[in-house]
């Protein structure tokens, strides 16, 4: 396991009993490297959305602790925040919420010369997902090569 999953492993360790005290979900760690500098972010959600005071105590609960644990040895800057709209599908609690909602899906490699699709994600498992498109075929796509897959918001 590389030092950054270490690093997301024991950081995700220690946000979920946090997050379920304030009945919170922990949707995603992530440690980042990016201008120069090294980023620490959890992802936090609930019904109705996640607010300011919400990531201001769990980031003050998790900066003591890891004050106190030290195991990070670069300097980083750690953030609390919302998955956001645009919410990336990550583990499978994420697939299995997202059944039957639209998805963007990116591919690192041009697929049908293209490399971009939306559609109704209809199925997943360990190595596909399977969308709807819009003309009512599906598409599966091997899960390693998607690039991003998130869910699909329209304004």
Request: aromatic share 10%; net charge negative; glycine share 6%.
């Amino acid at each position: 396991m590389s030092k950054k999953e270490v690093y997301e492993q024991k950081t995700e360790e220690i946000l979920q009993p946090i997050v379920d005290e304030y009945k919170f979900e922990l949707v995603d760690v992530e440690y980042v490297r990016e201008g120069g500098n090294w980023y620490l972010r959890a992802y936090i959600d609930k019904p109705g959305g996640i607010t300011v005071d919400d990531c201001e105590m769990v980031s003050r609960r998790l900066s003591d602790i890891l004050d106190e644990q030290d195991y990070i040895d670069e300097a980083y800057i750690m953030e609390i925040s919302s998955p956001g709209l645009g919410r990336p599908l990550k583990k499978e609690k994420d697939f299995k919420r997202s059944l039957g909602e639209e998805v963007e899906i990116r591919t690192y490699r041009m697929i049908d010369r293209q490399k971009e699709f939306t559609g109704i994600l209809k199925s997943y498992d360990e190595n596909t997902v399977t969308i709807e498109l819009e003309d009512a075929t599906e598409k599966t796509f091997e899960k390693g090569d998607i690039a991003l897959i998130r869910l699909a918001f329209d304004f």
